[in-house]
């Protein structure tokens, strides 16, 4: 199997993803995720990979107070954002592909922006299909259908070498769109809807997006002060199209939803 980039990140860094990542790409994704998944009131929601929290947060406000959200994460540092965050809601520590829950515990599971980064994406699928009744992942589409984020690895690659590729790629490998609807089905899943949504990447200047892409990433570790400023000069020249009149950059973000249910109890599963 092909090793895939695990993306351990310090506390430093899941701040910047909270703070950077999060209100720039993937709070707009959120309520987009819990709708599909028709989250509502008095439901158990598990978020798979939640990071600091941004869909367990959306959930929480959909389940009310007679529902349950948890989060689970493999990195401690995003769990402590999150649990500074919302205090009152249930962080785990753990692994999708071993999820330390009993058969049939959620209503739903939740995935966004993460299924990409799993070494076992069938098996992280099919744990979740264990553990509740109908699963909704969110992924980026494939590169080649983001025209902005398209051009920043082309960058990177050219200044920082296939190291940067493998860091950088790894966040558009689960795009292409029939591929990720047969990955659900073969986990054990009737898929019900799969839908795509372009969004927006909104920056407050064309520093801070690749600031922000950098910083977030394990390239910030990898490479040196030249490299960096050499990908800053670059990026911000061939973005200048998504740079609006006051300075902020609006770039596109493409992503599909897969919303699959479970075709068979986990015990017929075992029992097949």
Do not use: K
């Not at 950077?20 to 439901?43: C, I, K, N, S, Y």
């Not at 997006?209 to 990026?235: C, H, N, Q, W, Y």
């Not at 911000?236 to 770039?251: H, K, M, P, W």
Request: charged share 25%; net charge negative.
């Amino acid at each position: 199997m092909t090793r895939r980039e695990t993306f351990q990140v310090s506390s430093g860094a899941a701040e910047i993803y909270e703070s950077r990542f999060v209100p720039a790409l993937f709070a707009q994704w959120a309520p987009l995720v819990v709708d599909q998944a028709t989250v509502t009131e008095g439901q158990r929601i598990l978020d798979v990979a939640c990071g600091t929290g941004v869909v367990a947060r959306a959930a929480a406000d959909r389940v009310g107070p007679h529902g349950l959200v948890v989060g689970l994460d493999l990195n401690p540092g995003m769990l402590a954002v999150a649990r500074r965050i919302r205090p009152d809601l249930d962080w785990c520590l753990g692994d999708a592909s071993t999820l330390p829950f009993p058969d049939d515990t959620f209503d739903a599971a939740l995935c966004q922006m993460a299924l990409m980064f799993f070494p076992d994406r069938r098996r992280s699928l099919a744990e979740m299909h264990r553990v509740a009744r109908r699963v909704t992942v969110c992924v980026p589409a494939a590169l080649p259908d983001q025209p902005a984020y398209g051009l920043l690895v082309r960058v990177a690659a050219r200044h920082a070498g296939p190291e940067a590729v493998a860091l950088l790629d790894t966040y558009w490998s689960c795009g292409d769109r029939d591929e990720l609807v047969a990955l659900v089905g073969e986990a054990g899943a009737t898929v019900e809807r799969c839908t795509t949504h372009t969004g927006t990447a909104r920056f407050p200047s064309p520093d801070a997006l690749v600031d922000t892409e950098i910083d977030g990433s394990p390239l910030a570790e990898r490479i040196g002060a030249e490299t960096r400023e050499a990908i800053r000069r670059d990026v911000i020249s061939e973005l200048a199209r998504y740079v609006q009149a006051d300075g902020t950059v609006a770039a596109p973000l493409v992503a599909h939803v897969v919303t699959g249910r479970r075709a068979h109890s986990p015990e017929a599963r075992r029992t097949s």
